[in-house]
């Protein structure tokens, strides 16, 4: 955690205009939910304190996080991005029920989607993506390196189209 605080500390004063915590470690795939409440979130609260509002500031974490949304968005984090395997309109339910404002960002699957999927499948992803309430859409995780170029512009354009109706 100190050498992370350092690292964001860091970034900050290069002038980045935001930072994103990818901690894996924290997935539910990885611990349990009452893992990542006593070892996990404590350390990510302290990370995003430390940076205060200086950037914004979005945490990603991999898996199905569903019975750990509300902890993550109490985190700090400006916004929580997940992967495609997150039932977003359950979390946007949890949310709303428990009064928070976080975004919940993503959620285009990087193989599924943009890897092997043609630009109709990759538009097809987005609009599910933003029907189940994701505030920014953004691949689940990693691009792969030999994803389509054909396939990252249709993310684009299909966004874009979204937000223009």
């Given at each position: 955690?100190e ?24 997935s ?10 006593a ?28 019975q ?5 968005a ?17 979390a ?21 989607a943009?890897l ?16 189940d309430?994701?505030a ?14 054909a396939n990252?512009?249709a ?11």
């Amino acid at each position: 955690t100190e050498t992370a605080i350092q690292y964001a500390a860091a970034v900050v004063e290069a002038g980045a205009d935001a930072l994103v915590i990818e901690d894996m470690m924290a997935s539910l795939d990885m611990i349990s939910p009452r893992t990542y409440k006593a070892l996990a979130a404590p350390y990510e609260t302290r990370l995003i304190a430390s940076i205060g509002k200086k950037i914004p500031v979005i945490i990603h974490i991999c898996g199905k996080l569903d019975q750990v949304m509300t902890d993550i968005a109490a985190t700090g984090a400006d916004a929580v991005s997940v992967e495609s395997a997150v039932d977003i309109p359950a979390a946007r339910k949890k949310f709303d029920k428990a009064g928070v404002h976080t975004p919940i960002l993503g959620a285009v699957h990087p193989i599924k989607a943009l890897l092997e999927g043609t630009p109709e499948d990759v538009a097809a992803a987005v609009r599910k993506s933003v029907e189940d309430g994701a505030a920014l859409v953004s691949p689940d995780c990693s691009v792969a390196p030999n994803t389509k170029l054909a396939n990252l512009i249709a993310m684009v354009d299909a966004t874009e189209t979204l937000a223009e109706g």
